[in-house]
């Protein structure tokens, strides 16, 4: 009743409201009232009640990952929809919703194809801050800002297309699930669905922040028999074995490279690998950690601009399958609300991941926290 009040005395005017601005990247964001502009056809304004702190978020403000600025950062967001534009149907104020940063059309050659999660109406993977009729609806100080991934959740409100929108269950709790718009729905997917973890196997994770984390929650569900934990911070290590990780290695404790350690520990290589770190060489230390034959290793991290990756051919060549996911290869509108459904029934469980909370206006302790290594999640709550 509320909500829908709220709603019905701001629909169609702009709002002033807090938001995080990242005017440069070598420099803390900066908190500011922005003007959001109302949603046009096809677009939902969404009131975020909580954001997860996500490290990709972090590689834009360390410089690998490039985004056009001044932006509003964040994506692992989950609100209510304020008010709709024209057309929208699949949601309506009031609607609890996530903000994912992959849109699901429905109508794209990606979308219509069976296996296809990367739609077409968005190029993730070189954004350009901008609405999909080239405008923003953001402006502060009487600049337009950019949005990030057609998300930005480090607001009070944000506005992203419908197509991006997944709408939730009504009693979902939104300073948990917000979890499932990035971290846990990429790494869990990649191990569930990318690299199909089969009961009784073997797996290695390289990388257990948030997302690397998830991806050990993924092999467990899946019925991985053991299951190698890979970091270069100890605290994650020990965090990790709660989640099911059976050991745990720290590549600064050994002289020889990782993967090595990880094929002799092994016999022969792991089954399934999974780089959820985001840089060239452990890429390749996770390549060659699974089997040379029937190994399949998994990348999703987001390796600096420009880096290539470079490695024998060989490698694939004895057998091994190399395979990269986004967003763990759920087709986001009709698959994420069945994780829900599954969190609804108690068969996730969030808690593990979220390590830290804090109100929205100390986003930039929550950053802190993350660099520091100090942190899985942060959830912010607005
Ligand atoms: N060796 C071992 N561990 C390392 C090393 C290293 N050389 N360097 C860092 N680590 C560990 C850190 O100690 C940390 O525990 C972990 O790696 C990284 O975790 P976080 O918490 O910083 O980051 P996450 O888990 O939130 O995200 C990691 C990703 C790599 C998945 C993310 O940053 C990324 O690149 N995402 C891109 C993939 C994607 O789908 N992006 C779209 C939205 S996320
Ligand atoms: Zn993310
Ligand atoms: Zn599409």
């Known amino acids: 009743m509320e909500q829908e009040k709220c709603s019905m005395e701001t629909t169609g005017k702009v709002i002033t409201c807090k938001a995080a601005v990242t005017w440069t990247i070598d ?8 003007e959001v502009d109302p949603p046009k056809a096809g677009e939902v304004r969404i009131k975020i009640i909580s954001s997860g702190i996500c490290g990709s978020d972090n590689h834009v403000l360390e410089g690998d990952f490039k985004v056009p600025l001044p932006v509003i950062l964040g994506h692992e967001g989950a609100g209510i929809v304020e008010s709709i534009g024209e057309g929208v149907s699949s949601v309506k104020p009031g609607d609890k919703v996530l903000t994912v940063f992959l849109p699901q059309c429905r109508k794209c050659d990606s979308c219509l194809h069976a296996k296809g999660n990367c ?39 944000t506005v992203m297309h419908e197509i991006s929108v997944v709408k939730l269950d009504e009693a979902a709790p939104l300073e948990k699930v917000c979890l499932l718009a990035c ?41 991985a028999a053991r299951i190698i934990g890979i970091d270069i911070n100890e605290e994650k290590l020990a965090r990790a074995k709660a989640l099911g990780v059976t050991d745990c290695l720290n590549p600064r404790n050994f002289k020889k490279p990782i993967q090595q350690v990880v094929v002799e520990m092994t016999g022969f290589g792991a089954d399934f690998s999974f780089e959820a770190i985001g840089t060239i060489d452990t890429m390749v230390a996770a390549l060659e950690s699974c089997n040379s034959s029937y190994g399949v290793c998994v990348i999703i991290g987001v390796a600096p601009e420009k880096s290539q990756l470079a ?70 709550s607005f």
């Open 311 to 380: 490695f024998n051919p060989m490698q694939l060549l004895s057998g091994r399958t190399l395979k990269g996911c986004f967003l763990g290869d759920f087709k986001t509108r009709d698959h994420v609300p069945l994780l829900v459904d599954d969190y609804m029934k108690n068969k996730i469980n969030l808690d593990p991941l979220i390590t830290h909370r804090l109100p929205f206006l100390k986003v930039n302790e929550g950053f802190d926290l993350l660099r520091s290594g100090k942190s899985v999640r942060c959830v912010l």
């Open 27 to 34: 420099a803390p964001m900066s908190i500011e009232d922005v």
């Open 119 to 157: 739609c077409l109406k968005e190029d993730v993977r070189h954004p350009v801050g901008l609405m999909l009729d080239g405008t923003s609806r953001f402006t502060c100080r009487g600049r337009k800002l950019h949005n990030a991934f057609g998300t930005s959740t480090f607001t009070e409100y």
């Open 183 to 223: 971290g846990f729905t990429t790494g869990y997917g990649s191990a569930i669905n990318k690299a199909r973890v089969t009961p009784g196997s073997t797996c290695v994770v390289f990388g257990l922040g948030g997302v690397g984390s998830s991806v050990v929650l993924g092999c467990k569900a899946a019925g």
